[in-house]
């Protein structure tokens, strides 16, 4: 099956710092991903969707200026955390599809503490 | 916009035969996926629905009606590896065919 690494797979920064968390298809092109947000035994809350070539597409309530997204080839995403604060410590996961495909290939993700 | 519903949580013994149900409310509907997690890992991909019936996939059946809006994941001969989190997904027919998941069912396998 596809695979989708993400790194880094843990993450520790202090408040005010950037962070950056990469997703790669290893196996396949894809043209669309998918960031993201999970908090402790709860649903995958989408942040943004990501197409190559193109400016993310965030959903309600994301700030695209905090959570910057870029898609810069077919197996790389990008997700910049800005201007770090404690409430944005989270488990960040990405996820890609192959064009034309319903399966959503997803990366181990990224567990991101704000200090 | 789309929202789902599934139960919470969902408990059952070693050999048992698990239903979770999933009802959704779309503006647009492309088909329903259900995923599985492992707590600290990451969702892993179990069936696709775009029409009505049964797909089947070894131990693990999902269902959908269309018209119900209603879909459900059916776990047999259950182990002790499927306690897990399942959850249901609807992909929307618009904007990019992003994805909506439901809150996530927890599955306990008890011996």
């Known amino acids: 099956g596809a695979v989708v690494s993400q790194h880094p797979s843990r993450v520790i920064c202090k408040s005010g710092t950037s962070v950056k968390i990469e997703c790669r298809s290893l196996d396949f092109q894809a043209t669309t991903m998918f960031w993201y947000r999970q908090f402790p035994k709860q649903s995958l809350m989408l942040m943004a969707t990501?197409?190559?070539?193109?400016?993310?597409?965030?959903e309600q309530g994301v700030e695209k200026d905090k959570f910057l997204i870029n898609h810069a080839s077919l197996t790389l995403s990008t997700l910049t955390v800005t201007s770090a604060h404690p409430e944005d410590s989270s488990f960040y996961i990405c996820?890609?599809?192959?064009?034309?495909?319903?399966?959503?290939?997803f990366g181990p993700g990224t567990r991101l503490t704000v200090t | 916009g789309q929202s789902l519903e599934q139960p919470s949580e969902v408990t059952a013994v070693e050999g048992a035969i698990v239903q979770i149900n999933c009802t959704y409310q779309t503006s647009g509907f492309y088909g329903l996926s259900w995923y599985q997690q492992h707590d600290g890992g990451a969702p892993t991909f179990l069936s696709y629905?775009?029409?009505?019936g049964l797909e089947e996939t070894g131990r693990f059946s999902s269902f959908l009606s269309r018209s119900d809006s209603y879909g459900y994941l059916l776990l047999q001969e259950l182990q002790m590896k499927d306690s897990a989190s399942y959850f249901c997904?609807?992909?929307?027919?618009?904007?990019?065919?992003?994805?909506?998941f439901g809150d996530g069912t927890t599955l306990t396998v008890k011996p």
């Open positions: 990501s197409n190559e070539g193109s400016k993310a597409t965030y």
């Open positions: 997904a609807v992909r929307d027919a618009t904007n990019a065919g992003k994805s909506t």
């Open positions: 629905n775009a029409l009505d």
């Open positions: 996820s890609a599809r192959l064009a034309g495909g319903y399966e959503q290939y």
